[in-house]
């Protein structure tokens, strides 16, 4: 089929085309195989309790019931050191604590956005947007729609290859080039044939409806939808033997390792689950069971994509903001403000707690309730881009308007 | 040509087309179908024929088609009221931890999921039925609406249990009043398990619902309510929660007249917290439940909420951001009216922008997979709900399927990326090949046959000349008639509202 070929070609000629340096402003890393994968946690998870401040005697004041316990080799329910002051979450014992150790992940404490609306929806919203929080908000315009659109204008090889693993397309994926979305959980086979594909696709060409293209929302479904089938196919025949099959977010992690070897280059995915108000638990419990499913869903696209493509991959991990530093009466804890963001892959410069940190004290915190921002995400995000892309402070600007990026050396 | 040879192949199978049947058909005005296309869940011969929206209050479920109403009653949730059905199931789950065998034990937590899922899955089957067959389709679009405003997540606890009660709660109040709609929501044990208002208690405080009702069921977000206001109402709540076994503790006779029990929702004054609040720049004396029925005025009665809601439905009808010139005068018969929600539905349909918005409305996938259903078996019932259950699950917009409390959006680019229209397409070709489980009823091996009737009358008279000339000339180069109604359904034009 048209559509299918042209995409096919455009992934081989990726793949076969030489590494181009664009003009950047940061001494970037050249603009090799770039690989960049943004996981949203929504929901705001607990990052208090995931990356600990177990070395600060508040912590466990302001949470009697939920705290993880001191690092502590002879207790397997005790946190995993990190540096003197923080802490890793004992879930995250075989997925995420490898990776810390061979220095691939990093992580901001401290993190998020000036928005202090503490609504899920608002503040996701501002996120995905990475607009000025203050000021009018176009809602047909994401960051990493923008950030495809700089990349694609910017004619860099290999192309950008930019898709959404979401059953709809994220407000962060719009007002850019048209990207695709596929929910990876359920690809199945195509149901149309060639021919009808052409036939539907000729009826939406040039239509527009509500603000939507949906020309080109069209034809790309077609494309992708062939593509990742063929994709997972190839990939579940050559992993089928007695391999333990992964379920929910792992697997879906996996595929994506899988596509983003040598299909797409730029995704998006999102978690939810993570608004714990109520019995969240510590070591063990629901939000333990939840973020080792993460750790274990990030280990698994790690080994998915292969060495040499980790090599050239950051993945970043945001979520819209934190929660109350106290545990609420219900043994979960309530909406907050800065969260903690992880920043991995294997060019990561990790095996660190980046960004500037407060000690943590009742004075300290923000509004006394929860933790302060200290790395806005939009010059995180920004910064890693920069470097890792290679990127002008032009397309920087219009990236994430008005948020001059900072670079922690992550890249 | 294509037409003739089709026309053949439905006469062939033994369903006999309309096309033809009257010496003079019938021109149905394109005016007609825009407007009824707006006002129901998707154009049907009757719908087009009185295109005007009615006001009915929701149908009894018996006065619906025999065979619908045979579905719902044969329901489990409507054979037993809502505080039996969850009062039975956590007798169930509670049995099964009594259980010594592992294998037994497990075996009968696995049999309280399937009832608590088919629970779940029954008040889905029955709204769409509702939404298919009932007369009053503004009134099904609105309870769909407000059940989205007031959203809740079934998979929560043992909420299951209880959103088909739920949702006839809300689509009874469904044009009606908005305080009573908000109240009634606060009273559901849906609302108060899904956002941890049970658990909310002096001293003990969570805030999660007294947030949400201010964010998404009536003021919106940044309408000038604080933190402390979100604080304040929370302590307000404190109390209001759901008892399934009441514990059969004495209560204090001055607890005790202040306590109110009605079903399964529960206002437990031992559990309020008494103090003075300071809300909305109103001081509520600390009274019981009264405080709650003050807060509920000042949050009703706020222009923030006229603005809120009112735009929230413009979207729901007109699209993304609805023009000022539409929502004002909504806005400003919401503040009139104190909220009548039938006159702020009048004065949308009233405004020209209104008018002129026909036909450029994206379908959401209720829209799309109702709609289909209606157009391509209209006046023929379906036996079985559960293949639109799973395309919904598909598209990602299931009845009570939604996590966050915020609903599902209403506007068109969030359900027209390109995996959903590729979805779309399935489903489409799903309905256009025959009968897709709809005519299977439940425990059936085979579906009755039942090919769509989709070139009838209301196409040929009526549709036909609405079709943009690319999607006409697709059509033409349809080789079967199965296809033919897949293209027809995978239309852009089919996906307009």
Same mark, same amino acid.
């Given at each position: 089929m048209l559509i299918i070929n042209r995409r096919n070609l455009l992934a081989a000629s990726a793949l076969l085309a030489p590494s181009v340096v664009v003009g950047r402003a940061f001494a970037a890393p050249a603009a090799k195989d770039s690989r960049l994968l943004v996981v949203f946690l929504r929901g705001a998870y607990d990052a208090a309790n995931i990356i600990a401040p177990t070395g600060n005697a508040f912590y466990h004041e302001a949470r009697p019931n939920i705290a993880l316990a001191h690092p502590d080799p002879a207790n397997p329910d005790a946190a995993l050191p990190l540096d003197a002051d923080w802490s890793l979450h004992? =879930?995250?014992?075989?997925?995420i604590a490898p990776l810390w150790a061979a220095r691939q992940i990093a992580f901001v404490p401290f993190a998020g956005t000036d928005d202090m609306s503490r609504s899920h929806f608002e503040t996701q919203d501002s996120i995905e947007l990475?607009?000025?929080? =203050?000021g009018t908000r176009n809602y047909q315009s994401g960051f990493m729609g923008r950030l495809a659109g700089v990349l694609e204008a910017g004619r860099s090889s290999p192309k950008c290859m930019p898709i959404a693993f979401t059953q709809q397309v994220p407000l962060s994926c719009r007002g850019g080039p048209v990207i695709p979305n596929i929910a990876l959980n359920a690809a199945g086979k195509p149901p149309l044939d060639q021919r009808q594909s052409e036939l539907i696709a000729a009826m939406y060409k040039g239509q527009n409806l509500g603000g939507a293209d949906l020309g080109h929302a069209v034809s790309e479904g077609f494309a992708v939808r062939e593509q990742v089938f063929a994709s997972i196919n190839q990939e579940m025949e050559a992993a089928g033997r007695g391999a333990v099959s992964a379920k929910g977010f792992e697997l879906a992690a996996q595929r994506i390792g899988h596509l983003m070897r040598s299909d797409y280059n730029l995704a998006f995915v999102d978690v939810g689950g993570w608004d714990t108000h109520v019995n969240q638990g510590g070591a063990q419990g629901y939000l333990a069971n939840h973020i080792g499913e993460l750790g274990r869903a990030l280990a698994g696209f790690a080994a998915e994509i292969g060495p040499d493509a980790w090599r050239d991959t950051t993945v970043v991990v945001i979520s819209e903001f934190g929660r109350t530093f106290r545990e609420n009466g219900d043994r979960g804890t309530d909406h907050g403000h800065g969260s903690a963001y992880w920043v991995l892959g294997g060019g990561v410069r990790g095996g660190r707690i980046a960004g500037p940190q407060v000690a943590l004290s009742p004075q300290t915190l923000n509004q006394g309730r929860d933790l302060p921002v200290l790395t806005d995400y939009r010059a995180l995000i920004g910064g890693i881009v920069a470097r890792q892309y290679g990127l002008s402070p032009a397309q920087i600007a219009h990236v994430f308007p008005g948020a001059a990026p900072v670079d922690l050396g992550l890249v | 040509m294509a037409r003739v040879w089709i026309g053949g192949a439905l006469l062939a199978a033994g369903a006999l087309g309309t096309v033809g049947a009257h010496a003079a058909p019938q021109t149905i005005p394109a005016a007609s179908i825009a407007a009824a296309n707006r006002v129901t869940w998707g154009v049907t011969q009757g719908a087009v024929s009185t295109p005007a929206p009615s006001f009915a209050r929701p149908p009894a479920d018996s006065s619906l088609p025999p065979e619908v109403a045979a579905q719902i009653a044969a329901m489990r949730i409507s054979r037993e009221p809502m505080a039996q059905l969850v009062q039975e199931m956590d007798a169930q789950q509670r049995a099964t931890k009594d259980i010594t065998d592992p294998a037994a034990r497990e075996a009968a937590k696995k049999a309280w999921q399937q009832d608590m899922n088919d629970l779940l899955r029954e008040a889905q089957a029955r709204a769409l039925l509702r939404d298919v067959y009932s007369p009053a389709q503004l009134t099904e679009q609105m309870g769909w609406f407000w059940s989205n405003l007031f959203s809740v997540h079934a998979q929560k606890r043992d909420i299951r249990a209880m959103v088909g009660d739920y949702q006839d709660v809300l689509r009874a109040h469904a044009l009606g009043s908005y305080r009573g709609l908000l109240e009634a929501s606060l009273r559901h044990p849906a609302m108060l398990r899904y956002l941890d208002n049970d658990q909310n208690a002096a001293g003990k405080i969570n805030e999660n619902y007294a947030r949400e009702i201010m964010e998404l069921h009536s003021m919106g977000v940044g309408s000038g309510y604080t933190q402390k206001d979100v604080q304040e109402l929370a302590r307000i709540l404190t109390g209001v929660g759901v008892s399934i076994r009441p514990d059969g503790a004495q209560m204090r006779p001055q607890y005790q007249q202040l306590a109110i029990h009605d079903g399964l929702f529960q206002f437990d004054p031992r559990r309020h917290d008494f103090g003075d609040k300071q809300f909305l720049g109103h001081t509520i004396h600390g009274s019981g439940f009264g405080e709650v029925e003050q807060a509920l005025d000042l949050i009703a009665a706020s222009p923030a909420t006229a603005h809120h809601v009112s735009t929230k439905i413009a979207e729901y009808f007109v699209g993304d951001n609805p023009a000022p010139a539409l929502t004002q005068p909504m806005s400003d018969t919401f503040l009139r009216t104190h909220g009548d929600i039938s006159a702020v539905l009048r004065a949308m349909f009233a405004a020209p922008e209104y008018q002129a918005s026909l036909a450029t409305g994206f379908k959401d996938p209720v829209h799309y997979v109702v709609s289909a259903v209606r157009y391509a078996y209209d006046g023929r019932v379906i036996l079985n709900a559960r293949p639109m259950i799973n395309w919904l699950n598909q598209m990602g917009e299931g009845l009570y399927m939604h996590e966050t409390p915020d609903g599902y959006p209403l506007g068109a680019a969030a359900w027209s990326g390109p995996g959903q229209m590729e979805t779309r397409f399935e489903i489409a070709r799903a309905i256009g090949n025959g009968s897709a489980g709809l005519f299977r009823s439940d425990g059936a091996v085979s579906d009755q046959p039942a090919f769509p009737q989709m070139q009838n009358a209301l196409y040929y008279n009526g549709l036909e000349p609405t079709l943009a000339p690319q999607t006409r000339a697709t059509l033409a180069a349809a080789t079967t008639p199965q296809e033919w109604n897949m293209l027809l359904l995978a239309s852009p034009d089919f996906m307009k509202r």
């Open positions: 004992p =879930a995250l014992k075989d997925s990475g607009q000025p929080v =203050a | -």
